[in-house]
């Protein structure tokens, strides 16, 4: 729930013609197979099915980073390998437009090889985890290859650094970038007209390091990745049965709302906080939270001063909002050996298997007041975060959107919550067709997880 919805539902309109992509013969088709009706008979299947729609791939490994191309980049050696600036290879003047300031910075390159997707792709979203010291940043490009055998340009997913000192730029998403084929909307790459039968066969991602000139700093990027999806055109999805149920994890409840009216500079405050809010909640579960020393800007007064922290450090100066998916995701990864990643699951029983795991779920959902009972609100886009499911199955949310901390805990109805979490178009209160996200979540967890969490990650695609 956030003021800054009218920009998200730009985004969620593309994400809604996305998922019309297929044509009405495919989705017949697709109806009419074996595996469809297995994925609405079982969930497992469902989550078979998955795999064929969603394609998460990511560069975190010393072999990752050697297979690509380094243009005054070396590999960073350790628990946690990545990559580093060492010789610069140029440098470049970049006027920052949110501050009009023009600073020259030392800067390399490295490029990923191709990769593949498993299935050609309508729209696709890059997340990384890095350390920016103040004085550095990156830039994160992706560039696609059609299946009409064309390429998009270099798009800008994000020009990324943690802080906002005088001598960072500030971090932002760009506008205004389209092939006549396909755009960007904020984190969102999405094919134009997916109804024609155009797709994303493959793509490569390319971050740039920056720093200042007549330094020894460097920024790491430890992730680099994107998913990429395809999904069909629904209003409604298959409902799910309850499986590893009777658990709730222990994370911290914050609520939004009391921040209504701070740090307007941020996203009008509290009120549209929703997105930071639910990534302190879960970082903090792990154990990790801001300093006293980053926490000195804060007035005082103001009660979990953290939860400010992650709106200042997630804001989108572009967007002009804290919900760029990829940005909650790279600030999360900026504390003690965390690291996060934005993708989409197929169904409740994926975040069952992860909560048995002991992994919380960020997710990304719209609805009318009427379609979650116990919300009472309505939202055109709002994040809140899975921490546990009932014996019969059902949701235990910390929703942020609740008035007080004491009220962040809520149990939200199984069938109800699956829907307005996976479908991809729905009906606002105006009766307008509008988009869905699609499962989209976050997921933060360790860089070295639990035996039973890395095989519960790498079953659902992540590594």
Known sequence: MTSSAPRRTVLAAALAAAAGAATPSAQADAARTPEASAAAATPEAAARRSKSLVDYHAWTTTADWNKGHAQGTALAHGA???????????????????????????????????HSLKVPATEAVASWNAHTPPGTWIAVELRGTYSDG???????????????????????????????????????????????????????LRVTLH?????????????????????????????????QVGRELAVPHYSQEIHKGQYPEYDNGGEAWCSPTSSQMVIESWGRKPTRDQLSWVNPDYADPQVCHAA???????????????????????????QSVVTRLAS?????????????????????????????????????????????????????AAPANAAVRRVYKRRQFENIWL?????????????????????????????????????LGIR
């Open 80 to 114: 946690r390998p990545g990559i580093r600036l060492v010789h610069p290879v140029g440098t470049l003047d970049y006027k920052d437009p949110h501050t009009g300031r023009t600073a020259a910075w030392q800067y390399a390159v490295w490029t990923s090889p191709a």
């Open 150 to 204: 064309g390429r998009t340009p270099w798009y800008v997913m994000g020009r990324w650094t943690a802080g906002d000192g005088d001598a960072d730029i500030r971090r932002t998403s760009v506008d205004d970038q389209k092939d006549g084929k396909s755009s960007i909307s904020t984190d969102t790459f999405a094919v134009d007209a997916p109804a024609s039968g155009l797709r994303l066969t493959a793509y490569q």
């Open 211 to 243: 720093r200042k000139p007549g330094t020894a700093l460097t920024p790491t990027v430890w992730r680099l990745g994107a998913m990429a999806s395809d999904l069909p055109d629904r209003f409604e999805v298959p409902a799910s049965r309850p499986g």
């Open 312 to 338: 200042r450090h997630t804001f989108d100066y572009q967007y002009e909002g804290c919900g760029n998916w990829p940005f909650n995701a790279a600030y999360a990864a900026t504390y003690r050996d965390l």
């Open 348 to 400: 409740l029983t994926a975040v069952e298997r992860l909560i048995h795991a002991g992994i919380p779920v960020i997710t990304s959902q719209s609805f009318l007041k009427t379609e979650l009972e116990g919300a009472g609100y309505g939202t055109a886009g709002h994040l809140m975060t899975v921490v546990g499911f009932t014996k019969d199955g059902d949701i235990i949310a910390n929703d942020p």
């Open 423 to 459: 479908r991809t178009k729905r009906k606002n209160a105006d009766g307008k067709v509008v988009g869905g996200s699609g499962g989209v979540c976050y997921l933060y967890f360790p860089t070295s997880p639990a035996a039973t969490q890395r095989r519960v990650l790498g079953e």
